[in-house]
């Protein structure tokens, strides 16, 4: 039996290029575009018969990824490769934005003020850096997509509205800029939705499991008891509901993150959050384009890009 840990390691295509949203080395995203001949004809669609995008421009909706690996320095992007490049099959662009993590200069605060700088300016300078190009993307229809602690991340970013107003990543709900922050370039609209792949949205239930040796308690350098504070701003079960739709993704076989903390998510989130458990799925296989599971990861993703009413 094949090692779901290998696609953290699998060859992929390389990203398209690169775009930096601060001075810092980690504050980049890689871009992948999509190479789909009839989605550059005008009648975009996934080659292989799969879900993916179905629009009718030769512009491409944006797919955000949060990389996971519990908020450590050991794990960054490059792990996300697969996935991306599996996106960008699929007819979407893709970012996958890097932060500053525990042991290299993250932690409580840079890791949120990188992923809240990210988010609010990597689609408009990828929209920059591919106008006039064969695909260009199409930044009124984006959608975040976290994995683990890259879930949490991004259903936090989600969440920024229900902050205190005098805190520093506070947003008006609805919207992406910050108070003081800038506002985000003409076009770039509010993400449709977040997708999140076997999501840690429970800080405190994480800090009492320790998970991952204590990935938690490191995150925020501290318990709930020591540090109430943060796990009030951080924590997105303390910040329910959500801006925008959350569809929650977790294998029933996940043993790195269990899935009662999405269980305990969608039920304190309501009809904002949609949950769905995937019997005979493991940690790994919501970021594997070559798992049982990953028809489910596009299809939440084409989901939440569909017009509403």
């Known amino acids: 039996m094949r090692d779901p840990r290998e696609v953290l390691t ?20 890689d871009v992948w575009l999509p190479d789909v001949p ?21 512009n491409a909706p944006l797919v955000v990824v949060v990389h996971g690996g ?13 996935q991306c490049a599996g996106l960008a099959a699929a007819g979407y662009a893709v970012a996958a934005i890097e932060y500053r993590r525990i042991g290299a200069g993250g932690g409580w605060s840079e890791t949120f003020d990188d992923v809240a ?26 959608v975040h ?23 520093r990543w506070a947003t008006p709900a609805g919207g992406r800029a910050r108070p003081g922050g800038g506002v985000p370039p003409a076009g770039v609209v509010p993400p449709a939705g977040v997708v999140s792949l076997a999501g840690v949205l429970d800080l405190t239930a994480a800090a009492e499991l320790e998970l991952d040796d204590g990935a938690a308690l490191e995150l925020l350098d501290g318990d709930p008891t020591t540090q109430p ?66 028809p489910a990861v596009l299809d939440a993703v084409a989901t939440l890009l569909e017009p509403h009413p």
Do not use: C, K
């Not at 009839?38 to 995008?53: M, Q, T, V």
């Not at 309501?270 to 296989?285: C, D, N, S």
């Open 145 to 167: 997509v976290g994995h683990s602690a890259g879930a949490h991340l991004a259903v936090w970013a989600a969440s920024q509205h229900r902050l205190p107003p005098g805190s």
């Open 10 to 29: 699998r060859a992929a295509p390389p990203p398209r290029l690169t775009v930096a949203y601060g001075d810092l080395p980690d504050q980049v995203a």
């Open 38 to 58: 009839e989605l550059l004809a005008g009648n975009s669609g996934n080659p292989d018969g799969g879900e993916g995008y179905s629009g009718t421009s030769g």
């Open 229 to 294: 504070e943060r796990y009030a701003v951080a924590d997105p079960m303390r910040l329910v509901p959500p801006a925008i739709p959350v569809v929650l993704l977790h294998g029933r076989d996940d043993r790195q993150v269990p899935p009662d903390l999405s269980r305990r998510y969608a039920a304190a989130a309501g009809p904002r959050a949609t949950l769905r458990e995937m019997p005979g799925v493991e940690h790994f296989g919501l970021i594997d384009p070559e798992s049982a599971a990953w």
């Open 70 to 82: 519990f908020w450590r320095a050991e794990y960054d992007r490059t792990h996300t490769r697969p």
């Open 117 to 142: 700088q990210a988010l609010d300016t990597v689609p408009g300078l990828v929209a920059a850096a591919t106008a006039g190009g064969p695909v260009e993307v199409d930044v009124s229809r984006i």
